[in-house]
């Protein structure tokens, strides 16, 4: 099973964006979209129907992209799946949380999401798992429920809530696919400014349930770069910045990543335009640990 995973794609500086081409010439079973699949313009929206209608706007610029376009249709005629997730800039702006904001203003971006990539849902939310041949991929919704660090860092439920919480326990429990990937647009440890590691309860929490698990593996966005980790004992993939510029010299980034799901290990290909962000290896379910 090969799944690309993308995130980070902004058509106020990329316009044409050629990166998904490439994609598309990959032939996956799936496409992951790990948020900032938008930029919003505006970061300080309070009121609803004006957040949704600038998020509306952008989906629907992105979803006319003729490259990206092509993908899309590519992807539904061969009945391949397409999941999509938010994160900040696709949501109510740059490092807001749904849980500090009236819950009309976080609703109506959770259906422009919904409107956009129509994905698969648990009741109202966003969270959901696929079960895609060897792998459970398990979407997270990490913006709606959140709040900062500040009012949760050390509250357990903290970044999902109490009742996504419970649902993640026991999708990961009762999980008999030889691997599990848990999607979260924030990385898990601190790359950035965000990170779950802000929140150290629940990071411990995640990281403990993950464990019971003998091939899982976490992968993020968000920080316009290609990486992989696991200090903390948990494997981290991140793959960020699909159709971004580099906020210092302003070189385009066409970074994705490309997951192989074998019997005996998973290769995991990072792509970019940077040499020293590029990455090929090989994780072995027996023993599960990066090389």
């Not at 740059?94 to 849902?121: C, K």
């Not at 793959?239 to 998973?266: C, D, H, I, K, P």
Request: net charge neutral; proline share 5%.
């Amino acid at each position: 099973m090969k799944l690309v995973a993308a995130s980070c794609s902004k058509l106020q500086s990329i316009p044409s964006q050629t990166v998904w081409s490439e994609i598309e010439s990959e032939r996956p079973d799936a496409l992951l979209l790990l948020g900032d699949n938008i930029y919003l313009d505006h970061d300080h929206h309070d009121d609803p129907e004006r957040l949704a209608g600038e998020l509306r706007a952008l989906y629907r610029r992105q979803l006319e992209e003729p490259h990206f376009a092509s993908l899309l249709a590519s992807l539904r005629k061969r009945k391949a799946l397409v999941a999509a997730i938010y994160d900040d800039h696709d949501f109510l702006g740059n490092n807001r949380y749904g849980g500090d904001v009236p819950p009309a203003l976080r609703e109506a971006a959770r259906q422009e999401l919904v409107a956009a990539f129509a994905p698969a849902r648990t009741g109202a939310d966003v969270y959901r798992v696929h079960h895609l041949g060897p792998v459970d991929l398990v979407l997270a919704d990490t913006r709606f429920y959140r709040r900062e660090p500040a009012r949760s860092a050390h509250d357990r439920d903290a970044v999902l809530g109490a009742q996504q919480w419970q649902w993640l326990e026991q999708v990961v429990r009762q999980s008999a696919a030889p691997y599990l990937v848990l999607a979260s647009s924030t990385t898990l440890h601190a790359f950035g400014d965000e990170s779950w590691e802000q929140y150290p309860v629940a990071f411990t929490r995640l990281r403990q349930l993950l464990a019971a698990h003998p091939a899982a593996l976490v992968l993020s966005g968000d920080v316009h770069r290609n990486a992989a980790y696991d200090d903390s004992g948990t494997i981290e993939i991140v793959t960020s910045g699909v159709a971004r510029r580099g906020l210092v010299f302003g070189g385009e980034r066409r970074n994705y990543g490309v997951l192989s799901f074998g019997t005996e290990a998973v290769r995991v290909q990072l792509r970019s335009l940077k040499a020293y962000w590029r990455f090929d290896f090989a994780i072995p379910r027996k023993p599960w640990a990066m090389p």
